[in-house]
């Protein structure tokens, strides 16, 4: 068990919708990653947060959206929903905001019907 | 910018042989090391990472693996494999881009590892 906790574990919805994912990073740690996991793109990196501010911007859709409250949790929102957004959706977590060991919670299975 | 490529889409080996994953890496200086694992619908859980000094490193569950600067590789190995090792492994690389740009994390594709009986 890392100590990073993802909500939900699935999720089944249609196309056009909209759903929101949430991440709590490990005790301690400030930043929080989003990465995306397909069959045919591998393991991309979606956005950084850092203490509640956007540090670093990876290969996300202007669709998708981020933000990290001031208890440190993040949300990632994904909207107007393709076949194509089915994943896993990882959050990580690190201690600072660059240089540093991530770890990972065990992903969010998004399905697109 | 870092690239990663891990060049055994699957590998198969018995249990108790020894393993060893190929990782090679592009970036312009040395960046940070990792390997990671993932069992079938979990999520990744760090096996080991270098940053810097002694190039072997110790990992969990019996892991090593070694830097060579002159080959940019970072391979794992295992001198023997247990069933429960059945998994996908995956190397990253963690650098910084050109100009001052942040720090990133690039995973390579991935291997995916069976173990026969």
């Not at chain 1, 890392?2 to 930043?31: E, M, W």
């Not at chain 2, 990792?34 to 810097?52: E, I, M, N, R």
Request: with cysteine.
């Amino acid at each position: 068990d890392s100590g990073v906790t993802q909500t939900p574990k699935h999720l089944i919805t249609a196309t056009g919708q909209r759903v929101t994912l949430r991440c709590s990073p490990r005790s301690g740690d400030l930043s929080v990653y989003w990465y995306q996991q397909s069959l045919d793109q591998g393991l991309q990196f979606l956005i950084q947060y850092y203490n509640g501010e956007e540090r670093a911007k990876g290969n996300i859709l202007e669709r998708f959206s981020a933000q990290q409250f001031p208890d440190l949790h993040s949300e990632l929102n994904l909207s107007s929903l393709e076949l194509g957004d089915s994943a896993l959706y990882f959050c990580a977590s690190s201690v600072a905001d660059s240089g540093e060991t991530q770890y990972f919670g065990p992903g969010t299975r998004l399905l697109v019907l | 910018a870092q690239s990663v490529t891990q060049p055994d889409i699957h590998i198969t080996v018995s249990e108790g042989a020894s393993l060893e994953l190929r990782c090679n890496y592009s970036y312009g200086a040395t960046p940070y090391l990792f390997w990671y694992v993932q069992s079938p619908g979990q999520g990744l859980q760090l096996l080991l990472k270098y940053f810097s000094g002694d190039t072997l490193v110790q990992g969990i569950k019996g892991f090593e693996a070694e830097f060579k600067r002159s080959q940019s590789s970072f391979n794992l190995r295992k001198p023997s494999v247990h069933w429960s090792d059945a998994a996908e492994y995956f190397c990253a690389v963690g650098a910084y881009g050109g100009g001052g740009s942040n720090y990133k994390l690039t995973f390579g594709k991935g291997t995916l590892l069976t173990v026969n009986p």
